[in-house]
């Protein structure tokens, strides 16, 4: 059974940070390039960050500067470091995991930012 288990949404201030992780199993995890989207309420989903299996990185302009992806092979980990969090990056986050001729979705956690 693949699973792509999310950990460290919740509720923080504008300009706080949360670390969300993204523990994968039952996949080979070093073929797979990982990513983070995410989805506000009546809005389409988009694509924030994504790492290749080599480790190169890209960002959605809004994230850029303020995000970091990054992943831990051993661990089967895809992590995304969130800073200077702003009102408008309230959403349900989405870990994702894609190779050739598979791709899987974790279940969503939910980021607030409010004051």
């Known amino acids: 059974q693949v699973q792509l288990v999310e950990s460290g949404g919740g509720l923080v201030q504008p300009g706080g940070s949360l670390r969300l992780s993204c523990a994968a199993s039952?996949?080979?995890?070093?073929?797979?390039?990982m990513g983070w989207y995410r989805q506000a309420p009546g809005k389409q989903r988009e694509l924030v960050a994504a790492?290749?299996?080599?480790?190169?990185?890209n960002y959605t302009d809004s994230v850029q500067g303020r995000f970091t992806i990054s992943r831990d092979n051993a661990k089967n980990t895809v992590y995304l470091q969130m800073n200077s969090l702003k009102l408008e990056d309230t959403a349900v986050y989405y870990c994702k995991a894609d190779t050739i001729g598979s791709g899987y979705w974790g279940q969503g956690t939910q980021v607030t930012v409010s004051s």
């Open positions: 039952g996949i080979t995890f070093r073929f797979y390039n």
């Open positions: 790492i290749t299996r080599r480790g190169s990185t």
